[in-house]
């Protein structure tokens, strides 16, 4: 398995991470059998929050795992807070920030988390609290590195200024073969259509300028959670040449969708979100292909982008 190094963090890890959003619907046993196939691909980073199952994702992965210390040393382990489950709010005050990673260093049985995020943007937040409580979390070693979620560029400025020396490591972003416009825009500045509106503010370019990993969610997905598109019939002319290119590399389609993230050059580190063993096999495998220029845009096109 491939590595890369997260941000400005230094810490190296596998260009792919495990995301385990949907471990609160496993048992134990078939939690275990995901983690263990995970860990013998080289995936030993996990990506959680404190809203997953309302914890008990968190619960489970711990249970499965059989967290101790030899454990711990062998994973990196990501988590994030700031939604309020049942409230429709979010929450990025001192006090919550504190309270949610000391609830997910419980559920999880460690004492650290290697990343702490912000869980989407809190409009409400002031960044000298959210300063304050990373400050709390750094200097108790309880979290050693920190990120953010669904920011622009202006949200993650201003929060660094108040951060000092403290980098924002991480930008989780939605990031899929039908929900690319993070790239899209940019292929049509200064064009009079739609796909030329910027609706993040730069984000992918202030990334790669900030040295701020990019980490793709959903990368199956298409919508807001709507479905996945792949083997999906209302979405043929993707289907087509992500088999074309399966059939070409010898992989499976869920390999391709992975190797078009890893191929960009931002090198943003796609979430899995599978609790197939099979298919995440399947998705470690495209650290080992690299796709061509013409086979990353023809993939682009068949999502229905017109290149200009």
Request: glycine share 8%.
């Amino acid at each position: 398995m491939k590595t890369m190094v997260l941000g400005k963090s230094g810490v190296e890890v596998p260009v792919i991470a495990v995301g385990c959003m949907r471990m609160a619907d496993k048992t134990v046993d078939e939690a275990k059998a995901l983690i263990d196939t995970a860990m013998g691909a080289g995936l030993n980073f996990f990506d959680h929050a404190d809203l997953y199952g309302g914890g008990k994702s968190e619960e489970i992965f711990s249970q499965a795992i059989g967290m101790n210390d030899g454990v711990r040393e062998k994973i990196f382990l990501q988590s994030k807070c700031g939604i309020c489950p049942g409230k429709t709010m979010f929450d990025f005050s001192k006090e919550h920030i504190i309270e949610s990673t000391e609830g997910c260093l419980k559920r999880l049985k460690t004492d650290y988390l290697d990343f702490l995020l912000l869980h989407r943007p809190d409009t409400l937040y002031e960044p000298e609290e959210v300063a304050e409580a990373f400050a709390i979390l750094k200097e108790s070693g309880k979290v050693r590195h920190f990120g953010v979620s669904n920011q622009n560029p202006m949200q993650m400025r201003l929060l660094q200024k108040y951060l000092g020396d403290e980098p924002i490591c991480i930008d989780q972003l939605q990031f899929s073969i039908t929900d690319c416009h993070i790239v899209k825009q940019g292929l049509y500045v200064n064009m009079r259509e739609d796909n030329a509106i910027d609706r993040d503010g730069g984000v992918l370019e202030y990334c790669r300028y900030e040295d701020i990993t990019i980490q793709a969610w959903s990368p199956f997905q298409y919508g807001f959670f709507e479905g996945v598109y792949v083997d999906n019939p209302d979405f043929p002319e993707i289907n087509a040449k992500l088999q074309e290119l399966a059939d070409k590399y010898g992989v499976t389609k869920s390999t391709i969708v992975i190797a078009w993230i890893l191929r960009h050059p931002a090198k943003m580190q796609p979430l899995t979100g599978t609790m197939n063993p099979k298919r995440l096999l399947e998705c470690a495998a495209a650290s080992d292909i690299t796709l061509t220029r013409q086979e990353w845009y023809d993939i682009f096109s068949s999502a229905g982008n017109v290149i200009p």
